[in-house]
């Protein structure tokens, strides 16, 4: 009797699930153990938490609370807020590891429907692996938006790769979440599906859209889809974060011939079977290198302008000169650089390095051929590999701390000093700055019980004893770019003042790792000037100002 066709299997490297279970629990608890411990990034760390606290508060977003993305990434971390307690910081870190680890996986698992790659046991957690460290790289351990975005975009394309009509189903709808984390995904999401092959049915175009409907329905009913529609247009430079960007680094031109001319060599046959296995060697190798390299210096955001380059190439030479491969490579390749791309669309972090994982392994699995080494040799390569890669993951992790000195100079731990931050360390000039703001919180609360805060502490809100009186967070000018957002907060400012502390800071906590510098005027912080220039001051602490 015929086999009956069965569904692919979540996990289907091999009949056994230790792999993915060694990877999915070791490697982010391990992270966690080692490195979540580490520095406080006073203007991001927090900031996703701090709109999760408002949600829980009952309030909506965009209407009640100013927020220039979709909200489903602060609705995502909600549980750790509301049951962190002061352990919320240390604990929302992991379930970020976590996030980090699934992505990599499932992108492996989407190589693997896709390409129909067999991958033996150390290949795939070496791969994953690679992934892993080259995605996370030096980056805060936070909650971000954008991690959560390439966090729905992966386990949605893992599922909609497979055969089970459920699985493409549930798989298309938490793809349509990637967007609803961050705008940026919008512009990959519908391409997936028709690269996909599912462009024409109606059921799973149904999935995809159904998240957004119901967002922008409940906002709709709620009364906030007006200024939903304002904050969600704040930043509109296409051109240049999508494009300019890139054609300004050179080393996007130079992976890009490196791409194309490696790809040709691995993969066209040509009769000098030196060549062949040469470009397959070093097309392999070069991203690894890359990777190794990045982590190790701290120039990965760089670097993976190259690797977008070698993809973008790569994929020329499939479309133009590869006439007889696969569709399968080359919707896998664009999706990995479409993920990529979108990653970037951002003002302060403009370069694909968050995605690095989804450019690295298409070149890897192309790269695949007559193997290079005999079997043993071939795992004493790639062992030697690893070490390598997770010897810099772990410098770049100690070193290259956002907005902190390296690790061995965070000896000020954070317990009882910043809500929700046990167990987390920092330096001396920022634990002193931290300290100070207790001391100025209770000078405020003296004559008037609320206060605010100008203008970055946006993680003080997450789990504050009080609710923010303000509409935002981190009043700020990448927050408040449009003139008319700048208009609503500059009137809600001036409204809320005879009930208002404004505690301003004296000295910039963007940089606390090297010492105490002022405040610049600028117009980033021009709420804070507009405050000191106006408002009353009637008090001061040693890194604060109180003004009313």
């Known amino acids: 009797m015929a086999e009956q066709k069965q569904n692919k299997p979540w996990f289907n490297y091999h009949s056994s699930l230790a792999p993915a279970l060694v990877f999915l629990v070791c490697v982010p608890l391990l992270c966690h153990l080692l490195f979540s411990q580490f520095g406080l990034s006073l203007s991001d760390d927090g900031f996703t938490l701090a709109y999760s606290r408002r949600i829980l508060e009952g309030q909506v977003p965009h209407r009640d609370f100013i927020i220039i993305r979709p909200a489903f990434s602060p609705l995502l971390h909600t549980p750790l807020v509301l049951f962190g307690g002061a352990y919320t910081f240390w604990l929302s870190r992991f379930f970020v590891w976590v996030e980090l680890a699934s992505i990599a996986w499932a992108w492996l698992i989407f190589a693997q429907n896709c390409l129909g790659t067999d991958l033996k046991t150390y290949e795939t957690l070496y791969f994953a692996l690679l992934f892993f460290v080259s995605s996370?790289?030096?980056?805060?351990?936070?909650?971000?938006?954008?991690?959560?975005?390439?966090?729905?975009l992966a386990i949605g394309l893992a599922l909609c790769s497979q055969s089970s009509p459920q699985r493409k189903f549930g798989g298309y709808f938490i793809l349509g979440l990637a967007p609803l984390c961050k705008q940026s995904f919008v512009f990959l999401v519908p391409l997936a599906l028709f690269l996909l092959g599912d462009g024409r049915k109606k059921l799973l175009w149904l999935a995809l859209l159904l998240p957004s409907s119901l967002y922008f329905g409940l906002l709709a009913w709620l009364g906030a889809f007006p200024a939903a529609m304002l904050q969600l247009g704040t930043h509109t430079n296409l051109r240049y974060a999508g494009f300019q960007?890139?054609?300004?680094?050179?080393?996007?031109?130079?992976?890009?011939?490196s791409g194309y001319f490696l790809l040709r060599l691995a993969q066209k046959n040509p009769k000098d079977a030196f060549g062949q296995r040469f470009g397959q060697f070093t097309l392999f190798?070069?991203?690894?290198?890359?990777?190794?390299?990045?982590?190790?210096?701290?120039?990965?955001?760089?670097?993976?302008?190259?690797?977008?380059?070698m993809v973008s190439g790569?994929?020329?030479?499939?479309?133009?000169?590869?006439?007889?491969?696969?569709?399968?490579q080359l919707r896998f390749a664009l999706l990995g650089?479409?993920?990529?791309?979108?990653?970037?669309?951002?003002?302060?972090y403009n370069t694909p390095v968050l995605s690095t994982g989804s450019l690295v392994i298409p070149l890897l699995l192309f790269a695949r051929g007559k193997p290079f080494l005999p079997p043993t040799w071939n795992q004493v390569y790639l062992s030697g590999l690893t070490l390598l890669a997770l010897g810099s993951f772990g410098q770049a992790r100690v070193t290259y701390l956002s907005r902190e000195p390296?690790?061995?100079?965070?000896?000020?731990?954070?317990?009882?000093?910043?809500?929700?931050?046990?167990l987390i360390k920092t330096n001396a000039y920022k634990y002193a700055f931290l300290t100070d703001l207790q001391a100025a919180i209770a000078l405020a609360q003296r004559e008037r019980a609320t206060f605010a805060?100008?203008?970055?502490?946006?993680?003080?809100?997450?789990k504050a004893p009080t609710q923010n009186p303000l509409s935002l967070d981190w009043p700020q000018q990448t927050e408040l770019f449009s003139p008319a957002l700048q208009q609503r907060f500059l009137a809600e400012l001036k409204a809320k003042r005879p009930q208002l502390t404004f505690i301003v800071e004296k000295v910039d906590s963007e940089t606390l790792a090297t010492g105490f510098q002022p405040v610049p005027r600028t117009d980033f912080y021009q709420f804070a000037w507009y405050v000191r220039d106006h408002f009353t001051k009637v008090g001061e602490t040693a890194f604060f100002e109180l003004y009313r």
Not at 337 to 348: D, Y
């Open 136 to 152: 996370t790289h030096s980056f805060p351990i936070m909650a971000w938006h954008t991690l959560d975005g390439l966090f729905c």
């Open 245 to 257: 960007r890139y054609l300004e680094q050179p080393l996007t031109s130079l992976g890009f011939i």
């Open 314 to 328: 790569a994929l020329f030479f499939l479309l133009l000169e590869q006439r007889q491969t696969s569709k399968a």
């Open 285 to 309: 190798l070069l991203p690894n290198l890359t990777v190794i390299a990045g982590l190790a210096s701290g120039y990965l955001p760089i670097a993976a302008f190259g690797l977008f380059g």
């Open 337 to 348: 650089l479409l993920a990529a791309w979108s990653a970037s669309l951002s003002v302060g």
């Open 406 to 422: 390296p690790a061995a100079q965070l000896t000020y731990r954070l317990d009882g000093v910043f809500p929700g931050a046990n």
């Open 453 to 462: 805060i100008l203008p970055n502490l946006p993680g003080y809100w997450a």
